[in-house]
């Protein structure tokens, strides 16, 4: 019954995972979850009081669809104070999420057969969305030591290629990538006329020495072809309220806006609100959770360094370790053979309770991710206990 559309799409492995991870949970098992993509800390008190605040004084109904104007003026100061991009508030929409704003997008920027460059490892969405906005996800592996291969994104264009895809700090990789890197990116994208997506949704959890660049402030002519994506989501701890905001060029934001005035409206009225007190008033709890992240990041670099048969690259940004686990690929304990990253992280499930993800939903085969956003006690449970069970392989 179902469309060719829906047929060719594949659901989110990530949040399948979550819901087997519940149904082991309710079956009494103790399941460790590094398998999650969010924060494990709650959303800063300012923000509840303001959305509680903001439901009392009745801005519970609809909004215009791009979102309040506080809000998209408060974003439009975060953008020139951290990013250097300067954006009038009518090239701003709020969404539900980065999500929601990303799959718009596509829809509004790609035609049929129009090629979207994606570095891989990637985020899982991005190709269903390509696919469902009927382009043609155009995969790219880039360099396996996180940084941006531009040499091998620059093989990839082709005169279809329509959009260059960008996410620093990267899930699942934690990949931050060089200004150098990411102007050679914009300059390609000049050369080739192509536009650029930059989902920069982790830009605030950042732990090393290379620092977070926006694309779109590189020049005007970079600007009117980048779409600057961001959310409140991981730097606030505010996964479950759903907001995400782009900033781009009129036309693109207005088209985006046409797709939401026809399925979502808006994002929620008090959560729009409440966002402005994220953003104006919430900067020592983003640091709070920074620097907890980082001794947490530190710690499990460490631990899955040590981990016989893992390679972890060096993650600078984000909340996740992506280890090339290929060396455990072959071995076996019992019955058991680990043929490959699914089944390692489904032996890792059964044996040491602990759940992960493996690389095949982020186009990488050879590896897990892992999350480090859980507390220390759980992080050196989970580390003892996947290093016990790797143990056990022969
Ligand atoms: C790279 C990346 N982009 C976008 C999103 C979606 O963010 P949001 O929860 O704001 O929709 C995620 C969430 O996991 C992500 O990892």
């Not at 953008?79 to 954006?87: A, R, T």
């Not at 060029?249 to 966002?275: C, E, L, M, Y």
């Not at 993650?315 to 089944?343: C, H, N, W």
């Not at 690389?359 to 897990?368: H, K, L, S």
Request: proline letters at 7%; aromatic letters at 8%; charged letters at 25%.
């Amino acid at each position: 019954m179902v469309s060719d559309r829906i047929r060719r799409m594949s659901p989110s492995q990530t949040l399948e995972l979550n819901a087997k991870v519940a149904e082991l949970r309710a079956e009494g098992k103790s399941i460790i979850a590094l398998n999650s993509g969010e924060p494990d800390f709650n959303t800063p008190p300012p923000v509840i009081e303001a959305a509680h605040r903001a439901m009392l004084e009745g801005k519970t109904k609809y909004t215009p669809t791009p979102g309040i104007l506080p809000l998209r003026e408060a974003i439009a100061r975060k953008l020139s104070k951290d990013n250097h991009i300067e954006y009038n508030p009518n090239e701003i929409i709020v969404s539900i999420g980065a999500k929601f704003v990303l799959a718009a997008a596509f829809q509004v920027l790609c035609n049929p057969g129009d090629e979207v460059i994606i570095p891989t490892p990637c985020w899982v969405s991005y190709v269903e969305m390509v696919k469902l906005a009927e382009g043609v996800p155009v995969l790219v592996p880039v360099a396996d030591d996180n940084r941006l291969d531009v040499d091998e994104l620059e093989r990839a264009i082709t005169p279809k290629t329509r959009i260059i895809l960008i996410n620093s700090p990267n899930n699942p990789t934690g990949a931050v990538y060089t200004e150098e890197s990411l102007r050679r990116v914009a300059e390609l994208a000049v050369e080739h006329d192509c536009f650029i997506i930059t989902d920069e949704v982790y830009e605030k959890l950042i732990y090393g020495t290379t620092p977070h660049v926006s694309i779109a402030a590189f020049s005007p002519e970079v600007w009117e072809r980048t779409l600057t994506v961001n959310a409140l989501s991981k730097a606030y701890a505010m996964t479950g309220w759903r907001i995400g905001y782009a900033a781009g060029p009129r036309d693109i934001i207005k088209g985006i806006s046409a797709i939401q005035s026809h399925t979502t409206s808006n994002s929620t009225s008090f959560v729009q609100w409440a966002s402005i007190t994220a953003l104006d008033e919430c900067d020592e709890y983003v640091e709070f959770m920074r620097k907890a992240f980082e001794e947490r990041r530190n710690y499990m670099f460490e631990r899955v360094s040590a981990i016989p048969g893992f390679k972890c690259p060096f993650p600078e940004g984000a909340f996740y370790l992506f280890p090339d686990v290929s060396g455990t690929f072959g071995k076996r304990t019992g019955d058991r053979v680990i043929t490959d990253a699914p089944a390692l992280a489904n032996y890792l499930l059964d044996e040491a309770g602990v759940a992960l993800v493996p690389g095949n939903a982020f186009e990488a085969p050879n590896a897990i991710r892992l999350t480090y956003s859980n507390s220390m006690e759980n992080l050196t449970v989970a580390m003892d206990r996947i290093e016990a069970a790797i143990n056990k392989l022969v």
